[in-house]
């Protein structure tokens, strides 16, 4: 339906009586002449979006000075209007709004050949400029959610490769920024909308198959709505009920998140109770579990701890018939800030706790990381993902990403409390930092004023805030300067194999650096400055095995081999046998065979059975006085778990043992294999170090390949 100027005064004054009517025609005049030779690409005239802005603005229940400044957002960037101009005509906040809107969009997000966007110094001061504008005046981000919805809406007119960018750029960042300010509806609309063109294929089938059940999904609502109608208006309550079918972006994370089907995920129906009092809405509640069974998994009160962007329902999942139905029960109040966050409020809190926490974050970022590193950063920790609610014993409601630890939720109470955290409670229970969380746990965080963090933590740490206080805190103290150590080895490294490697940058590091089971590049460059990994050119066949395609049809070259004398010869070419791989200080004999002399150890299976023909059989002794160390391949099952093979190579460089390879998989089965390669001196030092890392109950079996 297209919006008449008409409807928009209407709407306004419906919502604020007081609202100056001549101010906001002579914006929507202004408007008119400012943009009087422009168009949409939908063909339609340009002043059809600040309008649709606007009217935007006055649903959302927004106070006149920001739906003026809906209808003038534009004027500045595409009619060259001047903020003094705005200012005298409109007043000054009308002018700071417009213009601060325009200095945002004229940052724009580099397209990257239609592969959505890319790290850079310019998406980084875009978003910067987004939270920090929106700290001086919120009214900024209403006005740029509205604008962004209204192009989401109209987004079919682009070529394809916007429609993609722009997209990915609305989930991304307006998305969690709806979120963060508690507008549930701006939220999912602008989800759909992305998801229609992120997923065309994904979104075009889903649509058909919920839109094929939609008659049935509408028929049990319809019908769950009839008998919660009727014991309500039995027990004398006042009420109004709303039903939904879960959205469908919603619908497809769920469904791809967990692997289940449409019918298994449980809030798919639902039911919306909307009441006069918080007293009643616990009444409801209890009318409810009275007459239909509840899944008590899935009650939460959002009342007594509301979550952190506001959010205020009480919410609970029954059983009728076989279906699930989701009940949310809230008042009018909470149901106008659940749908539209602090929009709802005519004007905006001095209280603006929503993104206090965000823009403190990205501070830190900021004079922490450089640009790329930032972008990568702020990308994560805005991302709206599933999420957990936990609370402290205190009842205070924590807001994490699904698969948090407590080691995420002592950080997110405060930095303090994880750089001091030695181990949680749960449910009144010892809990391990390591292990996931769950919604509706209550976890206090055990500390102790001596304990430091440890770089193992960047191995299990899910949210970026954990993960950047660790880092902090590692970059301001003495073992800080093992990082920066190693980042210079690590560089001074690649340039002497440029020719080989050519370019490599942070980001393709990290990727690699899961064949060696470490995700954080600040704890590969942590190992190598305390030497527990030696860089070396087996270590760039582990990480770039493109590379060495050709080398690897050659012959491989032999690790290193200790000098033998056989017979009394000494330098005669030998292969140590994989049967036994005898290790310096062994008792060994050579063996002469058609492809040339072995040497085998005097403890070999094959000698101790009889299998080996005496004939061939030559004496042999080690080369005494050598200090040349000898390359040993292991294979060590492990359990798999975060911090495992820190835990490994700390022990191994007790013993001032090299590391010359890693590599490390998972098996499947909660265990996983570790490969490394060793340079040891003697079977002396090898059994030491054998027998203290078989004392560990991690490490299930340890063999020399």
């Not at 040993?632 to 190579?649: A, F, T, Y």
Request: hydrophobic share 35%.
């Amino acid at each position: 339906m297209q919006i008449r100027y008409e409807d928009l005064e209407d709407l306004v004054l419906k919502n604020q009586p007081e609202a100056d009517l001549k101010l906001i025609r002579r914006a929507w005049l202004f408007a008119a002449r400012a943009h009087q030779d422009q168009w949409r690409a939908s063909g339609d005239p340009y002043l059809t979006h600040p309008l649709e802005v606007a009217y935007t603005l006055a649903k959302w229940g927004s106070d006149y000075i920001t739906v003026i400044a809906g209808l003038l957002h534009d004027v500045i960037e595409d009619a060259g209007v001047e903020k003094r101009e705005l200012e005298e005509l409109f007043g000054k906040d009308v002018a700071f709004i417009v213009d601060a809107l325009t200095k945002l969009s004229r940052v724009k997000i580099p397209e990257s050949e239609g592969k959505g966007f890319s790290s850079s110094e310019r998406q980084v001061a875009s978003i910067l400029k987004l939270f920090l504008s929106s700290m001086e005046e919120p009214r900024i981000l209403k006005v740029k959610l509205a604008d962004r919805l209204h192009n989401m809406k109209t987004l079919q007119y682009l070529p394809p490769h916007k429609r993609k960018r722009i997209a990915e750029e609305t989930l991304t960042i307006y998305v969690p920024i709806a979120h963060m300010m508690g507008m549930g509806k701006v939220k999912g609309d602008l989800e759909d909308l992305s998801f229609r063109y992120l997923y065309p294929e994904e979104y075009s089938r889903l649509e058909k198959l919920v839109s094929s059940r939609m008659a049935e999904f509408q028929g049990k609502l319809r019908k769950m709505q009839a008998m919660l109608e009727g014991v309500l208006r039995r027990e004398g309550i006042p009420f109004r009920i709303q039903s939904r079918v879960k959205r469908l972006y919603s619908i497809f994370r769920k469904m791809r998140r967990k692997g289940v089907d449409l019918t298994s995920i449980d809030d798919l129906l639902a039911l919306r109770v909307i009441t006069d009092t918080v007293d009643r809405c616990y009444q409801i509640l209890g009318i409810v579990h009275k007459n239909w069974t509840p899944i008590q998994a899935r009650l939460r009160d959002w009342i007594a701890s509301p979550k952190p962007n506001g959010y205020r329902s009480l919410h609970t999942t029954i059983i009728v018939d076989g279906d699930k139905f989701e009940i949310q029960i809230r008042t009018e109040e909470m149901h106008r800030e659940a749908e539209l966050g602090s929009a709802s409020h005519l004007t905006y809190k001095e209280d603006r706790s929503y993104i206090k926490e965000a823009l403190d974050f990205v501070r830190e970022l900021q004079s922490d990381l450089r640009a790329g590193e930032l972008m990568k950063n702020i990308g994560r920790s805005l991302e709206v993902r599933e999420v957990i609610y936990v609370q402290t014993p205190k009842g205070h409601t924590i807001e994490l990403p699904a698969g948090s630890t407590p080691l995420d939720f002592a950080y997110a109470i405060h930095t303090e409390i994880g750089n001091h955290a030695v181990g949680a409670k749960v449910d009144g229970m010892r809990y391990s930092l390591k292990k996931p969380l769950r919604s509706g746990q209550v976890v206090e965080i055990i500390t102790d004023p001596k304990a430091t963090p440890s770089m193992d933590w960047l191995n299990f740490v899910k949210t970026q805030r954990a993960r950047q206080k660790i880092k902090t805190w590692f970059r301001k103290n003495e073992k800080s300067k093992l990082i920066p150590q190693g980042r210079r080895m690590w560089e001074e490294f690649l340039q002497r194999n440029r020719k080989t490697l050519g370019e490599v940058t942070e980001d393709d590091l990290e990727k690699r650096l899961k064949h060696l089971n470490i995700k954080d590049p600040d704890y590969f460059f942590y190992l190598l400055g305390k030497e527990a990994i030696t860089l070396s050119s087996r270590l760039l066949r582990r990480l770039f095995p493109e590379k060495f395609k050709e080398e690897r049809r050659k012959k491989k070259k032999p690790g290193k081999k200790p000098s033998v004398i056989v017979d009394g010869l000494q330098d005669i070419e030998v292969e140590f046998a994989k049967c036994c791989r005898p290790i310096r200080g062994d008792d060994i004999f050579a063996y002469v065979t058609k492809r040339g002399i072995k040497i085998h150890s005097r403890a070999c299976p094959l000698y101790l059975q009889g299998l080996l023909d005496s004939s061939r059989i030559r004496s042999a002794r080690w080369v005494e006085g050598e200090d040349e160390k000898q390359s040993i391949s292991l294979e060590v099952r492990v359990i798999d778990r975060p911090g495992i093979l820190k835990d490994i190579l700390d022990l191994i460089s007790r013993y001032g043992i090299n590391v010359t390879g890693i590599e490390g998989k998972a098996v499947g089965d909660g265990t996983g294999i570790i490969y490394l390669s060793l340079d040891i001196k003697d079977r002396s030092q090898w059994n030491q170090v054998n027998r203290d890392m078989n004392t560990q109950d991690e490490i299930l079996s340890i063999r020399i390949v």
